[in-house]
């Protein structure tokens, strides 16, 4: 299909000529683009032909609403954990989204009991849901409020990786001292020997 | 006799592998009861917030319905309003900026901000809260005021055996000092500054020199 380079905001076609695709909308009948990048014109066999604008060849993976996420905690508050999304199910991100990880939406039981130093700890790797997107301001909202999400990878205070041993403890092999994490119970078909 | 009951790994030591290794210079010290106890008495000026330890703190900004405090540590402690003993969101605690207050660390660790409070779990205050007007704050090294906290310490003795004055020890390593008049409190400060490196005969002829 041929590409042509076009404007975001560039006004493409009508409604009746085409149907808007990905990184088009439609206002008052007409269908223009949002992205600064190549337009495309795919025809359907049903149908009228679908326009869409392409900024890369790859397209950005952004995380919808339901989402299971990978990322790493960089700080923690009393109140909520901050986190950098890294990868969206199994493809890496080529820039981190920034994540927020309430207090009431790291476990799903006794939520007032939960004390997040006692959950995450940074530079942790956690395995998220995405709950919302967010305001234009504010980061995504994650959640850990199921046996499968929760931290995967830690480190202990010696820095040696720990292992799991309850879904609310983690040993380290070398010091064995115990630490808490909210643990995520991971899918035998996920672990790797 | 072999002791009974899991060796104590006290401060200034940690575990490895290959058994224990020392991590801050000082003197080993050993006790001897229940399983035993290791430890490293070392001289430290700098503070570590740790869980627990009661500090003086400085009120540096009020942001909402939590104080910032300064307590020498990395980073500023938080102090909610309703944490002092009869406070509700009707009658709030007259603090300003500047003040000083006695209150325990509820929160401490390397990854958060510190937290503090005044009153204890059964919501009374039990002597924290803000300290009253005048008097004087300074600084002195952590091994001193954990000397000075002993029970049956010496040094405070024999002072209050000089003038009456009240004393607020922070484990922080700030001591908050009053007494009747403003060149009775400066004896004090300057007995207690120099405590640290005097041994018992030469305080008790700084303390004849005082008071004779």
Same mark, same amino acid.
């Given at each position: ?39 495309? *014109?795919? &025809? %359907?066999?049903?149908? #009228? !032909?679908? @326009?869409?604008? +392409? *900024?890369? &060849? %790859?397209?950005?993976? #952004? !995380?919808? @609403?339901?989402? +299971? ?125 | ?212």
């Amino acid at each position: 299909q041929p590409l042509s380079p076009g404007l975001a905001g560039e006004r493409l076609c009508s409604t009746e000529e085409a149907t808007s695709g990905s990184g088009t909308y439609t206002r008052h009948g007409f269908i223009y683009s949002s992205l600064a990048g190549c337009l495309e *014109r795919r &025809s %359907e066999d049903s149908g #009228l !032909p679908v @326009v869409s604008v +392409v *900024r890369d &060849s %790859e397209s950005q993976l #952004l !995380p919808n @609403v339901g989402a +299971v996420v990978t990322c790493k905690v960089c700080s923690i508050n009393s109140r909520f954990a901050k986190v950098h999304i890294l990868y969206v199910g199994s493809t890496p991100l080529k820039s981190t989204f920034r994540g927020t990880i309430r207090r009431e939406d790291i476990r799903a039981t006794e939520k007032d009991k939960v004390e997040v130093y006692k959950s995450f700890r940074p530079s942790d790797i956690v395995l998220a849901k995405v709950i919302s997107l967010g305001d234009a301001q504010s980061n995504y909202l994650l959640s850990t409020a199921e046996n499968e999400l929760g931290v995967v990878v830690a480190r202990s205070e010696a820095g040696v990786q720990m292992v799991p041993i309850s879904w609310c403890e983690m040993q380290c092999p070398r010091t064995h001292t115990k630490e808490f994490r909210k643990v995520a119970r991971v899918q035998p078909q996920f672990l790797q020997t | 006799a072999a002791p009974a009951g899991p060796l104590l790994c006290g401060p200034g030591l940690r575990r490895s592998e290959a058994g224990l290794l020392v991590t801050k210079c000082g003197l080993l010290r050993h006790r001897p009861g229940g399983g035993g106890a290791f430890w490293v008495d070392s001289q430290q000026k700098r503070y570590v917030p740790a869980k627990g330890d009661h500090v003086i703190g400085i009120v540096t900004a009020k942001a909402g319905d939590v104080f910032k405090l300064d307590v020498g540590g990395s980073d500023a402690a938080s102090l909610s309003y309703l944490a002092f003993e009869g406070a509700t969101k009707r009658n709030r605690p007259n603090v300003q900026v500047g003040d000083l207050i006695y209150g325990q660390l509820l929160v401490a660790n390397k990854d958060m901000e510190p937290e503090m409070v005044c009153i204890d779990s059964s919501g009374k205050s039990s002597g924290m809260g803000i300290i009253g007007p005048d008097g004087f704050l300074f600084k002195v090294s952590l091994g001193l005021i954990r000397k000075l906290l002993a029970p049956k310490c010496e040094i405070i003795q024999e002072l209050s055996q000089l003038y009456p004055f009240e004393l607020v020890l922070g484990m922080n390593g700030r001591i908050w000092v009053k007494a009747k008049t403003v060149q009775q409190t400066l004896i004090i400060v300057n007995i207690l500054e120099a405590s640290e490196y005097m041994t018992a005969e030469q305080r008790k002829q700084a303390f004849a020199k005082v008071s004779g």
